[in-house]
C-alpha cells in the first residue's frame, strides 16, 4: 500500500501547487508485463511522476497521454503491445510478450468520488477492501467509467456503479473480498464491457519485540516496504526515537502488557528479538492463543524448542504453533544485521502471501493468471 500512500501525497502537494494531475492505472494484462492489473502512478500537470506502471519503458508516453486526458477532462484507455513494432518505435518496447491495457483518469477535485478519493478511503482503516474499475476494450471511444466505487469488508461503500453494468458486479465483489483474490469480468451489455475488481489490503503491521542494534536494520527496511512498525521492549534507555526514528510507535512495557497496548489484525505480524530468554518466552505464551499469521523469533532451534516446551501444552497452542517462525528468516547466508533483516522480512512476505520462497528460475511463470482471467458474464442490459 505504499504506492497508493505516495500517489495520495504527491496528489495533495500538487493541489497545493495548483496543478492539475491524472492517475494511470493497469487495469489488463494478457500475457506478461512488469507490472500487474493495480499497478498504479500519478501524473502531475509538471512531469512528475509518482508510483510505476511498468519497469520505466511505458512511463513517458503515459504522460503524454495523461496531459492529454488532463486537457480533455475525460478518461481514456491506452493499450501497449510489447511485440509490436510500432510501439518498439516510440521507446515503450518491454520484451515481456504481453498486452498492457493502461487505464488514464484525470482527477476532478469537484468530484467527491474520484480516485484519490476513494484511495483515501481506504487508506483510513485498517479494512480490507476492493476497488472497482469500469472501461471498454472493445469501444475505446464509449465513456471509460474508470475508478467508480469502493466498497469495505463491511459493507460500507463509496461511489456508484453505472446504471449500464448493474448490481451483479456487487456480488462478484463481495466474493472477491471473501475469497482475497482479484478479478477481471467481463459484462456484455449494449456494448462490452470490463470491470476490473481489485482487492486492496491494510499494510503489514510489524511488531518489533526487542530494541537492540540488530533491530534497527529491520525497522530501517520494514519503512522502506511500507510497512507499520511498531517497537516493543521493556527498556526506556533503549526504545527511543533517537534510535529508532522510523518506527511508527513505541511501546515499552512488560511482556504480559504488550497486546493491551496494540490493536492486532489478520495483517500484524510479529518478530521477537529481545535476546532474553524469559521475556520471549512470557511475551509467546500471550501471542500463541492469537491467530497470527507470522511469529518470528531468533535464535537457534533448540532455544525455541525449550521455550515451547516449558509453556503449557493448550489446544490453542498446538493449532497455532505452525505460524511460529523459528530460528525465523530465510536460508540466505546471513550474517551481519541488515543480512539477517533482510533474511527476516523476505520470509514475513513470502508467508503472507503463500509463496515458498523458491528461485524464480524455477518457476515457469512469475505470477499465477489463473486469479486475474478474465471471465465473461452475458447479462440484459
Partial sequence: MKELHDIVNAYNAACKR??????????????????????????????QLTGAISGGCLEGDALRKARLAMHQQKPMLVTYDTND???????????????????????????????????????????????????NIAYKLEPQFGTCLFMSELGETLGSVP?????????????VLKNANAAVKTYCYQNEYTCFIELLQP??????????????????????????????????NYNTNERFPLADEHIIARPEEVLSKLNVDSRTVFMLMTHNYNYDQALLKCLLPLELPYIGILGPKKRLDRILSEIEETDSVNR???HIHGPAGLDLGSENP??????????????????????????????????ESVIVSHVAG
Fill in 203 to 236: 499494510a503489514v503491521s510489524l511488531v518489533v519485540v526487542g530494541a537492540g542494534n540488530d533491530a534497527i536494520p529491520l525497522v530501517q527496511m520494514a519503512k522502506i516496504l511500507g510497512w507499520q512498525v511498531t517497537l516493543v521492549d521493556g527498556r526506556p
Fill in 320 to 322: 497455532n504453533i505452525e
Fill in 18 to 47: 495548483g496543478e492539475k494531475t491524472a492517475v494511470a492505472t493497469v487495469v489488463l494484462v494478457e500475457g506478461s508485463s512488469y507490472r500487474r492489473a493495480g499497478a498504479r502512478m500519478l501524473v502531475a500537470e509538471n512531469g
Fill in 163 to 175: 446504471d449500464v453494468i448493474g448490481s451483479n458486479i456487487l456480488t462478484d465483489a463481495f466474493a
Fill in 338 to 371: 541488515e543480512q539477517i533483516a533482510l533474511s527476516i522480512l523476505s520470509e514475513i512476505q513470502a508467508v503472507l502471501n503463500g509463496r515458498n520462497a523458491a528461485p524464480l528460475k524455477k518457476k515457469a511463470v512469475i505470477h499465477d493468471r489463473a486469479q
Fill in 85 to 135: 513494432e510500432d510501439d518498439a518505435k516510440l521507446g515503450v518496447q518491454l520484451g515481456c510478450n504481453g498486452i498492457i491495457h493502461i487505464l488514464i483518469e484525470p482527477v476532478l477535485t469537484e468530484d467527491a468520488n474520484n480516485p484519490i478519493n476513494l484511495f483515501k478511503r481506504f487508506l483510513s482503516k485498517r479494512e480490507k477492501g476492493v476497488m472497482i474499475t469500469i472501461f
